[in-house]
Each structure stands twice: as C-alpha cells, then as structure tokens.
C-alpha cells in the first residue's frame, strides 16, 4: 500500500521558519522527482518546488525562490521555509510520483 504522509504544519509569524517533511512508502521512488505543491482557500494547487535524487539543484516557483529550501533523502524530502510571509499560507501538499499526501495546514498571520 502506498502512502504518502506530511508532516510540520503550523501557525508561524510573518517572518518566521517552518520545515515541512513527506515520508512516502510502499512503492519504488528512486529515481523520481518528489515535489511539494500548495493550495490557498480560492486557489488553485500551485507547484513550490520539485527535487530528484540525482543531486540535481532543486526548481522553485518564483515565489519561494531564495526562502525555501527543498532537500531529499531517499524515499523523503523536506520543505525548509524561510522568512514566512502570510501569501504563504495553504495547504501544502507533497506528490511522489502519481500519489498525493493529505497535506498539511502552514498558516502564516500575526
């Protein structure tokens, strides 16, 4: 059974840090790209970032570039989100392969 599973949500400032991880198991993700994407209430689901396990450099949307920092390891990646503004508070998603995660809830507000 495959499951992908967010985790490190919360409540932060305006300006402040959060890092987000996605575990996914239960199937073959080597050599795939594992990206996360978010969605604000009245949005549509935007792509933040996407990363492969060949060591290339990451993408970012325009949005998160030089705030958000995404790694991996394995079958896990993470969202290390800098400087917090309240834009971007969404659901965030991660999708590994064709599965996607239940996201988790990044509110960002003073």
């Known amino acids: 059974q495959v499951k992908v599973v967010e985790s490190g949500g919360g409540l932060v400032r305006p300006g402040g840090s959060l890092t987000l991880s996605c575990i996914a198991s239960g199937y073959t993700f080597s050599g795939y790209v594992m990206s996360w994407y978010r969605q604000a209430p009245g949005k549509e689901r935007e792509l933040v970032a996407s990363?492969?396990?060949?060591?290339?450099t990451p993408s970012y949307a325009d949005s998160v570039k030089g705030r958000f920092t995404a790694s991996r390891d394995a079958n896990k990646v993470y969202l290390q989100m800098n400087n917090l503004k309240p834009d971007d508070t969404a659901v965030y998603y991660c999708?590994?392969?064709?599965?996607w995660g239940r996201g988790t809830q990044v509110t960002v507000s003073s």
């Open positions: 990363i492969n396990d060949f060591g290339d």
């Open positions: 999708k590994a392969r064709s599965w």
